[in-house]
């Protein structure tokens, strides 16, 4: 399970959030059999989407991401709610590069530097909203902290880690995100662009102690909430039911004449879920009758 803390700074003016995601990512690794480079890319997504499910005020609450760039890893999806569950995958879980020139991993060559993000929110109203922006790094905290500018008009710093033991293992993953709140003054947005000047080793400080390595070193005096997200796939055989009944018995029984069952892979849990004609045709029975449509 992860941390979140979430706070008020620099006279109420701006409002921060650290996050420490090791196990989130962990728990994406052991699932998808990530190589330390698209665990590096998933989790920063993965730390980011935690951050914004924070936000989220309704319990039926929830939001998707997508990043869509023309690196190596592919496609990267990540979801969350309310609840702080998150899930994530990315089309290429074993997509390796060379080594940057300073040694770290090259998430910019994962993601890609051409592409989209998109985010889509439902929050109970009638239509959900979408936002995009154009990818301008590819190195995830960049390109989240442009979205917000261009989409949703916040300023905001963000700076996200994820350090990769030699055992492929995450030992230190997380973020910080400080975001002005209307009025914010200039001294406040200065002294937020000299802490993140400050966080380019951020998985490193939070693998030496957590959030409160953080806190202590660069807001020791702060009161603020703990939250606790966590990865967690919702996945079940009712949810994927749903969507077979969702393509309609014309088509289920096309692929079983073909293939002679329906097998679907969760994208988010890697777990299995096989459909036999018996099975599919149950879902298609309304009130002791079958359903045709």
Do not use: W
């Amino acid at each position: 399970m992860g941390k979140l803390f979430k706070a008020l700074v620099f006279n109420d003016e701006m409002s921060l959030s650290v996050l420490d995601t090791t196990d989130i990512v962990n728990k994406a690794i052991k699932y998808h059999g990530l190589s330390p480079l698209s665990a590096a890319a998933l989790g920063r997504t993965l730390t980011a989407c935690a951050f914004m499910a924070s936000g989220l005020k309704n319990e039926k609450d929830n939001l998707s991401v997508t990043i869509a760039g023309n690196g190596v890893g592919g496609k990267i999806t990540v979801c969350g709610n309310k609840d702080l569950k998150i899930r994530g995958s990315i089309e290429n879980p074993r997509a390796d590069l060379p080594l940057r020139s300073d040694g770290k991993l090259d998430v910019g060559g994962c993601v890609g530097k051409t592409g989209r993000l998109t985010v889509v929110k439902s929050m109970g109203l009638k239509e959900p909203y979408s936002g995009s922006s154009e990818l301008v790094s590819g190195e995830i905290a960049e390109d989240f902290a442009y979205y917000y500018a261009s989409s949703e008009q916040i300023p905001t710093a963000m700076a996200l880690g994820v350090k990769i033991g030699k055992n492929g293992k995450c030992v230190g993953a997380g973020g910080v995100v400080l975001q002005a709140l209307p009025l914010a003054s200039e001294d406040s947005i200065a002294k937020a662009e000299g802490i993140m000047k400050e966080l380019a080793n951020v998985s490193t400080i939070i693998e030496k102690g957590g959030i409160e390595s953080v806190r202590q070193r660069f807001f020791p005096s702060v009161e603020g909430e703990t939250l606790f997200p966590e990865y967690k796939c919702l996945c079940s055989r009712a949810r994927i039911g749903a969507v077979l009944r969702s393509l309609g018995k014309a088509e289920t029984d096309r692929i079983l004449d073909e293939d002679g069952k329906i097998e679907v892979d969760c994208q988010f849990c890697d777990k299995k879920y096989l459909f036999l004609r018996e099975d599919c045709d149950k879902l298609f029975l309304k009130n002791g009758k079958r359903k045709t449509t």
